[in-house]
């Protein structure tokens, strides 16, 4: 499937009511084909330059094998043109998720930027959140290369990527972050037992962590169990069956294509 002209810009935020609302068909799409969608984000250079400087080579893998799982996902039959939905061009989604999955790990960097910032001692996805909406104001509000409602659902997106709600609505955007970002923590099995194999080719996520290796990723895992002592009241720890389940266990170093 090629990217679709306008997607459903809200979308269920439970997993299996966002399956009925979309058409998903999982064929392999190879990773230089969702690349050949890079050469539109230019104009976001100084978003790449400052993930790499914060972030350790573990977190940008990390969130590029994100943005290129959330592609293939978009690709794959994401929710379009459901009667009385409002619309967003599929280009205008992959701006922003593109700026989402290079922005939505800094409250885990340890880089001192990140840890001097004011916002350090509220949980790690509004401490990323206010880091990124700040970034974002400063480098394209005035050029008009974002718009306010723009950078306010690539914060919300951020601020939320953790929470899998049963309940509500989560924008194209949140629902992305989420869903590429628990493929990359937990695997296939994320939602029950290779849940993510209606979503996601197994050849394309295999190209796309050949070129993005999975390094060190135990460091993650750590910096997980250090926040539930440090920050007991973090917004993960409201949702125990994912980060907190011996049953459930983050990948690590483990590769997804492997996964059930």
């Known amino acids: 499937m090629s990217l679709p002209e306008t997607v459903d810009a ?3 935020s439970n997993f299996q009511d966002l399956l009925t609302q979309g058409h998903f068909r999982p064929a392999h799409i190879e990773l230089s084909e969702l690349q050949k ?12 330059e400052l993930s790499k400087k914060l972030y350790s080579q573990t977190l940008l893998n990390h969130c590029f094998r994100c943005f290129y799982f959330a592609l293939a996902i978009l690709r794959n039959g994401f929710p379009s043109n459901t009667p009385s939905v409002r619309q967003i061009p599929g280009d205008v989604v992959v701006k922003k998720l593109y700026l989402t999955c290079l922005l939505h790990d800094f ?5 001192t930027e990140a840890q001097s910032h004011p916002a350090h001692d509220m949980t790690f996805e509004f401490h990323g959140g206010i880091m990124a909406y700040e970034h974002l104001r400063d480098e394209y509000a005035s050029s008009l290369s974002l718009n306010d409602s723009q950078i306010a659902d690539i914060t919300q997106g951020i601020m939320l990527h953790t929470a899998p709600f049963e309940h509500g609505k989560s924008s194209a955007v949140g629902i992305l972050i989420q869903l590429s ?3 990359d923590a937990f695997g296939y099995g994320a939602f029950g037992r290779d849940s993510m194999e209606c979503l996601i080719h197994r050849d394309t996520v295999q190209e796309i962590e050949q070129a993005f290796p999975r390094v060190d990723m135990g460091q993650i895992k750590e910096g997980f169990e250090n926040m539930f002592e440090v920050k007991p009241d973090c917004l993960v720890s409201h949702f125990p069956a994912y980060f907190q389940n011996k049953d459930h266990p ?3 170093d483990r590769s997804v294509v492997d996964s059930h």
């Open 107 to 111: 409250g885990l960097s340890n880089h």
């Open 37 to 48: 969608l890079d050469s539109s984000l230019d104009i976001f250079k100084s978003t790449l």
């Open 10 to 12: 809200f979308v269920p």
């Open 181 to 183: 970002a628990f493929l």
């Open 250 to 252: 983050l990948l690590g």
